[in-house]
């Protein structure tokens, strides 16, 4: 790993805080057991900075990494990551941090970054989260209005699904590539990374049978959101996903007029939204159908607490 200028000054202001908080409160702090032993031990204990494209990955990294990560997340929250630019000042940043964590998949800023890294040459390891998933076409709702109207050109769907971090098995195998990542750059803690990995692979899998408990037993088992990132989830969990959005696109007024028929064949009494996208048609559809519209956040970095919270709310609008 070779030292910038970054790294030098960020050691020599954390060996300068060592020193200060060494003579302000001397003998009491507990989590400072090695000041004794100077800036240099400390120097080398630095943890680590990886980047990540999107916060449930910084989630990912920090279970797995502890305090020998640190991240930086590059899509602000409430950012939509779809249509995201990195400013040549974060692309810099990201290329000068040990490791980028990306989805691998659908996310056009983050081909960006790897083709810039190519031309600064870069050594930041890039660890391709998506790798051993298998991934699907991204919905549209007009594969649902199309069985009304022409037949599907197949070979036509190359949008690839990039939310793949919406169903904890996937999440799993995320956290395992994540681990691979950090092992390589830092063999000599790989027991430590082995550890966290294992107890939070635990936490995924009992997320998983809560979800499976909270979703057991429903007959309809269709929901509408109006960005489509709830596939992997629906699929991980016998749940049929009806976007509203078009391609990126509020529904024409026609569109929106399927939709209310398909809201109500289906029985859909909620719309989902998130945060980062428009709501008005979902707005007009939930009056529609005379229904409601529901928040709930893909992007939220407490992965597991959030994923309790979205399943609660999936299984009492999902009859
Ligand atoms: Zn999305």
Redesign the pocket.
């Known amino acids: 790993m070779k030292f910038k200028i970054i790294t030098i000054l960020v050691l020599l202001i954390a060996g300068l805080s060592l020193f200060v908080s060494g003579c302000t409160d001397s003998g009491t702090s507990s989590d400072n057991e090695t000041a004794g032993q100077g800036a240099e031990v400390s120097g080398t204990d630095e943890p680590m900075t990886v980047a990540v494209s999107i916060l449930p990955l910084a989630e990912f990294v920090e279970k797995v990494g502890g305090d020998k990560v640190k991240t930086i997340v590059i899509i602000p929250s409430g950012a ?3 249509t995201y630019e990195s400013s040549p000042k974060e692309v810099q940043a990201i290329s000068e941090a040990s490791m980028l964590v990306t989805v691998g998949v659908g996310m056009p800023f983050e081909e960006v970054w790897i083709d810039r890294f190519g031309t600064i040459n870069s050594d930041t390891l890039i660890v391709n989260c998506s790798k051993g998933i298998e991934l699907r076409e991204l919905a549209k709702h007009d594969e649902k209005l199309e069985t009304h109207t022409e037949e599907e050109n197949d070979g036509d769907h190359e949008g690839l699904d ?2 793949i971090w919406t169903s904890p098995a996937n999440a799993k195998m995320m956290v395992e590539d994540i681990y691979e990542g950090l092992v390589q750059l830092d063999p000599e803690n790989e027991a430590y990374y082995a550890q966290n990995r294992d107890s939070y692979l635990e936490e995924l899998d009992a997320l998983d049978a809560r979800i499976r408990a909270k979703l057991a037993g429903r007959e309809e088992r269709n929901f509408m959101v109006y ?3 709830w596939g992997y989830f629906a699929a991980e969990y016998g749940l049929t996903m009806i976007p509203v959005e078009i391609e990126g696109k509020e529904p024409s007024a026609q569109d929106l007029a399927k939709l209310v028929d398909i809201a109500k064949e289906k029985k859909v009494k909620v719309i989902f939204v998130q945060t980062q996208f428009s709501t008005r048609s979902a707005d007009v559809l939930a009056e529609e159908i005379g229904g409601e519209v529901v928040a709930v956040d ?1 992007l939220a970095k407490d992965y597991i607490a959030n994923m309790d919270n979205v399943s609660d709310v999936f299984a009492r609008n999902i009859v």
């Open positions: 939509d990551p779809h990039p939310h960005h489509p990132s893909p």
